[in-house]
């Protein structure tokens, strides 16, 4: 059985989906909880909301510390791979080990995994990443520091506001293109 919480952060109320095996999916902060929580609902129409279970407790809060500014990695959050092709796993898992306020090309995870090709590959499997955050997609940026796509609502503005919290070079340069 699939549960969900929302909790609040200093940029908006976010929220994490879970089932047996871990993590099912997580939501990056919106201004108005229904708008979370909808999402959730649309994602995992039978989903019911719960308490944050004490497992996910330190999950929270390293979602938080990282919406104030703060450098967690979340690494040590369970999440669930059973439902997820192994080459998005892979780059699920890359993708994972990029630090808070750090960045990678769509091309320099294509070289990890071997294929300097499959740079738009990576780029399918990150727009279909269900634990944002989590697993930090927006770390992801394309080459020549320009920010690249964001599936997330709010697209590449979303992606910029995370990457500037995190304090990311990748921020600031992306704003020089917007002149």
């Given at each position: 059985?699939?549960?969900?919480a ?8 976010a929220g994490?989906?879970w089932?047996d ?19 959730f609902?649309?994602?995992f129409?039978d989903a019911c909301e719960a ?11 390293d979602?938080r510390a ?11 959050t369970?999440?669930?791979l059973?439902?997820t ?10 993708a994972?080990a ?6 990678l090309?769509?091309g ?21 990443n269900?634990?944002?955050i989590?697993?930090?997609c ?6 020549g520091?320009?920010p690249?796509g964001f599936s997330?609502?709010?697209g590449v503005?979303?992606?910029?506001r995370?990457?500037?919290i995190?304090?990311?070079k990748?921020?600031a ?7």
């Amino acid at each position: 059985m699939t549960q969900y919480a929302l909790f609040e952060t200093a940029i908006g109320h976010a929220g994490i989906a879970w089932g047996d095996h871990g993590l099912v999916g997580v939501h990056l902060p919106e201004r108005d909880p229904e708008t979370a929580r909808r999402s959730f609902l649309r994602r995992f129409p039978d989903a019911c909301e719960a308490s944050v279970p004490a497992e996910y407790g330190k999950t929270v809060e390293d979602v938080r510390a990282l919406m104030r500014g703060e450098k967690p990695d979340l690494l040590d959050t369970p999440i669930d791979l059973s439902r997820t092709p192994e080459f998005h796993a892979r780059v699920y898992e890359i993708a994972r080990a990029i630090p808070p306020g750090e960045t990678l090309t769509y091309g320099e995870i294509a070289v990890k995994l071997g294929d300097k090709l499959l740079a738009r590959d990576v780029g399918q499997a990150l727009g279909k990443n269900p634990w944002p955050i989590v697993v930090p997609c927006h770390r992801v940026t394309a080459a020549g520091g320009k920010p690249g796509g964001f599936s997330a609502r709010g697209g590449v503005n979303t992606k910029l506001r995370l990457l500037g919290i995190e304090g990311a070079k990748a921020a600031a340069q992306a704003d020089l293109f917007a002149l």
